[in-house]
């Protein structure tokens, strides 16, 4: 199959954005984040004549409080994903479709998680606004050489990752929450990010259709650059211990072989040496074996 230009990609994908589009409104939930912030758990703090933060106050294990702020600093991170998905698909065209609508969902998760951190003092805010600060300033793939050779199918592929293991991320993270409160919201979270992660794959399925060789290396690369959440977070190591079983090798294949599946990359013929090799390698990962 021959590939495609750029150009000519984003076209073909262009003409599945109103099905995949109506698909994701059909499947995505509704909800306002501020409807399930436990609002009478809070009190002021001393600028307002309040209570400011104390050690002791914390109401999470290490290990949830671990999971719930790298969770909440993947994130805040948005802005940096928002920007990188515009390189190819700007959002002040149809694309705002998949551009908008994702940015504004995923917008929330951040919005309920920290408003859930402050009122219920989960852990020191200020401690937590600091590593906001300093996590978004430094960003997620910033630089000319970070996004050097990132396609359209590139960006896809890595979303439709990240989102599958953010989703597989809460679902450890619940295991941990003993706050039936944190509980719900995290539920909201994991639901929106398997939809999200649907949403990816369905682009990545009509760009198999489209140009089948591109679609392999770029979910081949996706996965081969996998970064768990929180690894990116400086100064997190005392935190890092408490979630080093939130991710693993075993959850990384889960990932892969989910996207075996729905691309059905096991079927796939007539591909280049290139993207034999890489679909080799996608389906070693499925099976754990690499």
């Known amino acids: 199959m021959a590939v495609l230009s750029e150009d000519e990609l984003i076209t073909a994908l262009e003409k599945a954005l109103p099905e995949i589009s109506e698909e994701h409104a059909e499947a995505a939930l509704d909800w306002n984040p501020g409807d399930w912030v436990p609002w009478d758990k809070g009190r002021n703090f001393a600028f307002l004549g309040g209570e400011d933060f104390e050690p002791g106050q914390e109401t999470l294990s290490p290990t949830a409080a ?16 928002h920007r990188v998905l515009s390189i190819h698909f700007p959002p002040f065209s149809d694309w705002r479709q ?11 998760h951040s919005i309920v998680l920290r408003d859930y951190l402050v009122v219920t003092r989960a852990m020191d805010p200020v401690e937590a606004e600091n590593y906001r600060r300093i996590h978004v300033v430094a960003g997620w793939k910033q630089t000319p050489e970070e996004i050097a050779g990132l396609g359209p199918l590139d960006v896809l592929a890595i979303l439709a990752v990240h989102e599958n293991q953010c989703a597989h991320f809460i679902t450890k993270l619940i295991e941990y929450a003993e706050d ?47 970064e768990h959440i929180g690894s990116d977070v400086a100064d997190f190591d005392t935190q890092r211990e408490y979630i080093t079983d939130f991710e ?37 990962r499925a099976a754990g074996k690499l």
């Open 66 to 81: 671990a999971g719930l702020l790298a969770l909440l600093l993947t994130k805040d991170n948005l802005p940096s994903v």
């Open 98 to 108: 998949l551009i908008g609508v994702w940015t504004a969902e995923d917008n929330r």
């Open 180 to 226: 039936p409160d944190l509980v719900t919201i995290l539920e909201k979270i994991r639901i929106d990010d398997a939809t999200q992660a649907a949403m990816f794959q369905a682009y990545l399925m009509a760009g198999a259709v489209a140009d089948q060789e591109t679609t392999v290396l770029a979910v081949d690369r996706a996965l081969a650059s996998i």
């Open 248 to 284: 693993d090798a075993e959850s990384d294949a889960a990932i892969a072989a989910k996207l075996v599946q729905e691309l059905k990359l096991d079927s796939l013929q007539s591909l280049s040496e290139e993207a034999e090799a890489a679909r080799a390698r996608i389906l070693e």
